[in-house]
């Protein structure tokens, strides 16, 4: 199975701030690499496909890149609305397999 | 826009088994796939499974190997998932994912609580 590591685990920031969320692979999944982001008692929501696609009705904040092992997930200016838990996907292959998750707390 | 909604919770005893549907509505059912991924208490996201409708063809992760059934009514509109031999490492939420591009759209979850 491929395993997918991000970095951080958890973060604080400000309203505002430009944020860096990193995703790597153990092996190359190309551009299948998906984000989503989840709030408590809530079911995730996609926000990036094939790597840097914006699902529509996802604020333009929200940016995704990278190819083979490594991608990031930015947000370039914090709203309060941000604050929740973010996870890759890889669906290059079965199974698909979730990143841990990074809680992006208030700072 | 096609909508998922899932089965109300769930209690169960160990070794018992549990059954959690998914209904689509407002659009076309067979244009998914659709997985059932989980979360446990404070955990992450954890997939076991998926079905092609149109097809009725379901694969499972091996870890879920013979303890999940991940069946489809194109009737309906419906996936369920069945888990059965139950333990308490089985407490979570279970959400139902529509897949185009990706999992694109999710369900509202259901708790199974599994306790004797």
């Known amino acids: 199975d491929i395993q997918m590591t991000q970095s951080p685990s958890s973060l604080s920031a400000s309203v505002g701030d430009r944020v860096t969320i990193t995703c790597r692979a153990s092996?190359?999944?190309?551009?299948?690499l998906n984000w989503y982001q989840q709030k408590p008692g809530k079911a995730p929501k996609l926000l990036i496909y094939?790597?840097?696609s914006l699902q529509s009705g996802v604020p333009s904040r929200f940016s995704g890149s990278g190819s083979g092992t490594d991608f990031t997930l930015t947000i370039s200016s914090l709203q309060p609305e941000d604050f929740a838990t973010y996870y890759c996907?890889?669906?290059?292959?079965?199974?698909?397999?979730f990143g841990q998750g990074t809680r992006l707390e208030i700072k | 826009q096609v909508q998922l909604v899932q089965s109300g919770a769930e209690v169960k005893k160990p070794g018992s088994s549990v059954k959690v549907s998914c209904k689509a509505s407002?659009?076309?059912?067979?244009?998914?796939?659709i997985s059932w991924v989980r979360q446990a208490p404070g955990q992450g996201l954890e997939w076991m499974g998926r079905?092609?409708?149109?097809?009725?063809?379901?694969n499972y992760a091996q870890k879920f190997q013979g303890r999940v059934t991940i069946t489809a009514d194109k009737s309906t509109s419906t996936a369920y998932m069945e888990l059965s031999s139950l333990r308490s490492e089985d407490t979570a939420v279970y959400y139902c994912?529509?897949?185009?591009?990706?999992?694109?759209?999710w369900g509202q979850g259901t708790m199974v609580t599994v306790s004797s």
């Open positions: 079905i092609i409708p149109i097809l009725g063809i379901a």
């Open positions: 994912a529509g897949q185009q591009y990706a999992f694109d759209i």
């Open positions: 092996q190359s999944i190309s551009s299948y």
């Open positions: 407002g659009g076309t059912f067979s244009s998914y796939t």
């Open positions: 094939a790597a840097s």
């Open positions: 996907q890889q669906s290059y292959s079965t199974p698909p397999i």
